[in-house]
């Protein structure tokens, strides 16, 4: 028995000994963010072009099979985030939830990765659209977690502070406040 735990413990310390490969992300909006903005921008203007929206009812290829869309007030403590990027003409996006009248919590690689940094958030409340309604309300006031490391995520965590103060209401709560 104590043969068995002696080399257990050896093969435990021979692997923690070892180094693990580590695959960092090198550009999350060049690899995600914008790609993601740009297709969810062509699914919501097609929701919102009733021609192009009838067109893709029948096309077989754009279902979603077993999928259901979320109620509107289903994920009240939700925003959705369109980011302006410095010397980029598109828009990223993130995710971020809402935590007091005027404070976000989202990943700081949404604000700065790689060699892409943004300039400004616009922070979407109250919709399950990202370029359509919702309360939409800009900001350039972002506090990164001072121990980031972007190559390998890191301390990936960031406060967002609106200019202004919401009202909590039925299509947005903080997600304190929210009953699971």
């Known amino acids: 028995m104590r043969a068995i735990l002696l080399l257990g413990l050896g093969l435990v310390a021979l692997v923690a000994g070892r180094d693990v ?4 992300q090198l550009n ?18 097609a929701i919102h072009d009733p021609v192009k929206s009838a067109q893709d009812a029948t096309d077989d290829n754009h279902r979603i099979v077993g999928g259901v869309i979320a109620p509107a007030n289903a ?3 939700l925003a959705g985030l369109v980011i302006s990027l410095v010397g980029i003409a598109g828009n990223s996006v993130c995710g971020s939830s809402l935590l007091t009248t005027n404070r976000l919590v989202t990943a700081a690689h949404c604000w700065t990765h790689g060699t892409m940094q943004a300039w400004q958030f616009t922070v979407v409340l109250g ?9 939409r309300i800009a900001t350039s006031q972002v506090i990164v977690h001072p121990q ?33």
Do not use: W
């Open 21 to 24: 490969p580590v695959t960092p």
């Open 28 to 45: 999350y909006h060049e690899s995600v963010g914008i790609p993601l903005a740009q297709s969810i921008k062509e699914a919501e203007d």
């Open 75 to 77: 994920h009240p403590h």
């Open 127 to 135: 919709s399950q659209f990202l370029f359509y309604g919702g309360t």
């Open 148 to 180: 980031y490391v972007s190559q390998f995520l890191m301390n990936d965590v960031a406060m967002i502070y609106l200019p202004t103060h919401v009202t909590f209401s039925g299509k947005y709560i903080s997600f304190f406040l929210q009953r699971y």
